[in-house]
């Protein structure tokens, strides 16, 4: 599997079309791929996965009742990030899943060369995450937060260069709640900080070079006596656009889970993900 995905990938740097963007939140898309899975608690979570996910924004609507008649409000919105399928004696091992109820965002398009401009501006308001990871041992993991602003910064390079670079960064402040399958370990309930950052290096027939990264961490306030929870996830890989339509993601990532316990040792679990994924957009 792994050799053929890097073929595949290779095939990726020789195809030309019109580069979209792919952390667009009002970008509804649907995904499936095929990944190779290890680093789990067990090697019976080892192997070949079938992976699914997607967005969808149930309303849009031009931003005009807050002066900005070129930005975008979208209401409700489901994303739908992993959904990992194994063999029949694993069967459904990860999901996560989430809904957004007022998300705006802002895009430039105009934008001058030579230096970083900010490309995009996001805010998402009441946003709620919930997931299951058998291949970490984590029973349970949700999320919310009161909101998520995020703003991507773009440089272009002079003299009709095809190479740009894009810097994104995103903080959420909210709450979560967590179980671990490790009986040891109490649930988890506390207040939590969200931080998440893109490095993009693009080429207008190439594709997108990228670090995709995010950690939301919990806290506690007075005498620690409770478990926090740290949830992680990081990923790298090169991603390309074949038509208006349709996009191909090569990538690399880790995923990681840590129970902090105050009267026990640490629980640290991770995950590794080599994967090939095809995204339609609509």
Known sequence: MKKTALIIAGGILSATSVLADNWDLGQNSARAGIGDVDWTISPIYHGTKLLLGGRYSFLREPATAYEQPD??????????????????????EYVVA??????????????????????RTQLELLQFNASFDDSLG???????????????????????S?????????????????????TRYADVSNPTL?????LIIGHERWGEFYVDSRVVSGYTFGEPKQTLSR????????????????????????????????????????????????????
């Open 71 to 92: 930005a975008e409000i979208l209401k409700y919105r489901i994303d739908l990030t992993n959904f990992q399928v194994g063999d029949s004696q694993t069967d459904l």
């Open 98 to 119: 989430g809904f957004t109820y007022w998300t705006y965002q802002k895009k430039n398009d105009n934008l001058p060369v030579g230096k970083f401009a900010t490309e």
């Open 138 to 160: 984590v029973d349970y993991y949700a999320e919310f937060n009161a909101g998520r602003i995020g703003r991507f910064w773009k440089y272009q390079w002079p003299n009709g």
């Open 162 to 182: 095809p190479v740009y670079l894009t810097f994104g960064l995103n903080g959420s402040l909210g709450w979560s709640w967590a179980s671990s399958k490790d």
């Open 194 to 198: 969200g931080l998440w950052n893109v």
């Open 231 to 282: 949830e992680a996830n990081a990923r790298f890989g090169i991603r390309r656009d074949f038509t208006d339509n349709i996009a191909l993601d090569f990538y690399g990532e880790k995923r990681s889970f840590h129970f902090a316990a105050f009267d026990i040792p640490d629980l640290y679990t991770k995950a590794r993900r080599i994967a090939l994924e095809l995204t339609y957009k609509f």
